[in-house]
């Protein structure tokens, strides 16, 4: 983020109606989502007031989006007869000025909506229900979302889906997915898996959770990984063609350099490796096959693999081990599949 949009600790919002326009905010950057979590937490009427503020917002959103309106409710003339909304400031500077302007604008949409409230909550229509898209082992599926946005399955993966006025959430229980994220400005885009988050607004990104570390890849645009360690809040926005995990309890490695190939190679059923071990292309190999391939000599341990393998086609890949890497496989049992060392 540019140095010239970043606050201060004494610029940081003070009320319910500047978080949420700071939040709105495309240059919202992850050290402030950090604040505004320990804002909440300092208080529980924070929480309360900031989750009514974020109802009030969305419902004169839906007001602006109703098509049966054929006239404002409130007349023009009307219209200074709405309560003044007030601001506090702790500092008159200009940067203060500058991000006081959406709040106010914010806190006279919560002062309409305050006063037909009764009507919105008769008119308008509750959030749509969770949607869980699942794919069978072997699978890939592309599902398009009612926002525009689109979701690219791998192999055994089952996500959860629930869109609200002010957030598109998505719980990834087990799988990989790539999203191709619609911009919404007013509705962020949440990937919860595991001990963290993913959140972005408009971009493309991947989320891995095959039962261990989850793994989150930034193709394009810019998220937020959140999670929790040891008591304590962690944030990293990471730039594009960036790589973090983090663990099942919320420790965050650092970010790393994404390779380009392997993150687009699974999304057409291929997997690129570059000098990585041969138990790393087995782990992904048998996501996509009920058929286990194992390593069953001490002397694979150390075996390091550079290729492009198709996911779904173990023969071929028993065929290449052994031409490139004098690797021999023995079938045991219909499922299984040891490998050995040598051509005895």
Known sequence: MNSSTTLQPSDMPTSAEEWLARL??????????????????????NAVAYAETERLHAAVAALREDAQLGKPLIKPQEVHHLPTPT??????????QRRALPAMALAASVALA???????RVQT?????????????????TVQLPDGSALVLDTNTVVVVSFERSLRHLELQHGRLQANVAKDPNRPFEVVSGAGSVRA?????????????????????????????????????????????????GRLSSPRTLDADYANGWLSGKLVFKEQPL?????????????????????????RISGIFDARDQTALIQSL???????AKQAGEKEIYLYAGDQ
């Open 24 to 45: 709105l905010s495309p240059d919202c950057s992850s050290r402030e989502h950090a604040e505004f979590e320990d804002w909440l937490a300092s208080n529980p009427s």
């Open 87 to 96: 601001v506090t400031r702790r500092q008159s500077d200009r940067r203060r």
């Open 114 to 120: 305050v006063g037909i409230f009764t009507w919105i």
């Open 125 to 141: 229509p509750s959030p749509s229900d969770s949607v869980r898209y699942a794919t069978a082992v072997g699978e890939q599926e």
């Open 201 to 249: 607004l408009g971009t493309t990104f991947q989320v891995e959770d095959y039962g261990g570390e989850t793994l989150v890849r930034l193709i394009e645009g810019r998220v937020a990984v959140k999670t929790h360690h040891d008591g304590r809040r962690q944030a990293v926005e990471l730039q594009p063609m960036q790589t973090i995990s983090y663990s099942p309890s």
């Open 279 to 303: 138990s790393d292309l087995l782990t992904e190999v048998n996501r996509y096959s009920s058929s286990q391939i194992s390593i069953a000599d001490d002397a694979l341990k150390n075996v």
């Open 322 to 328: 052994r031409l490139g890497w004098n690797i021999r």
